[in-house]
């Protein structure tokens, strides 16, 4: 780990992933770690600028070191995900995804919605779930352990603010993070 230049932690819907970047600028050395396991090894490689491209997650998701010479032997590094540099991606992202931090049973849980595809993330699990149109708007229920679960989406009356989603857990609103 001595030759560590970059770490990133990304936030995804099955979890938060830790990035670690080692460059070898003298050895021509490039290492990829996603949460501690080694995903890219080049050694001797002689271009010290380029991209390593590899995936993160249970979702697979695109990710892309790029390293460029700022100047002489000094270099910086940037992370992409999907396409888009991390900073774009995490604010497209909390327009896309809710998530929700709780405690259930003396354990930490994370559960994320995705708006786009409605799947619901409990920890890095896909949950099953189903979902049914209410009054207002529409329920989606599931369960974790003995807790039924349960995501409201109604209409917020305001084009801009569109719809918001709730979650409601043995019947008790829990409040929502932004990642």
Same mark, same amino acid.
């Given at each position: ?14 979890? /938060?992933? %830790?990035?670690? +970047?080692?460059? @070898?600028? *003298?050895?021509? $050395?490039?290492?990829? =770690?996603? &949460? ?12 010290? /600028?380029? %991209?390593?491209? +590899?995936?993160? @997650?249970? *979702?697979?998701? $695109?990710?892309?070191? =790029?390293? &460029? ?14 396409? %888009? ?9 909390? $327009? ?84």
């Amino acid at each position: 780990m001595a030759d560590l230049v970059a770490l990133w932690e990304v936030a995804l819907s099955d979890g /938060v992933h %830790k990035i670690e +970047f080692e460059h @070898g600028t *003298t050895s021509g $050395k490039r290492v990829v =770690n996603v &949460d501690g396991k080694e995903i890219v090894r080049r050694d001797w490689m002689f271009k010290l /600028v380029g %991209k390593e491209t +590899f995936t993160v @997650g249970a *979702t697979k998701t $695109k990710a892309t070191i =790029n390293i &460029d010479a700022i100047s002489g032997f000094a270099y910086e590094y940037t992370l992409e995900i999907n396409g %888009k540099s991390l900073k774009k991606y995490m604010e497209n992202r909390s $327009k896309t995804t809710n998530t929700w931090l709780l405690n259930l049973d003396g354990v930490d849980s994370r559960i994320v919605l995705e708006k786009d595809t409605m799947d619901v993330w409990c920890n890095g699990k896909k949950m099953e779930t189903a979902g049914e149109f209410v009054e207002d708007g529409t329920e989606t229920h599931f369960t974790i352990g003995n807790h039924g679960c349960c995501i409201k989406a109604v209409s917020s009356g305001k084009r801009r603010e569109g719809i918001i989603h709730t979650l409601i857990m043995d019947d008790h609103e829990i409040p929502e993070i932004v990642e």
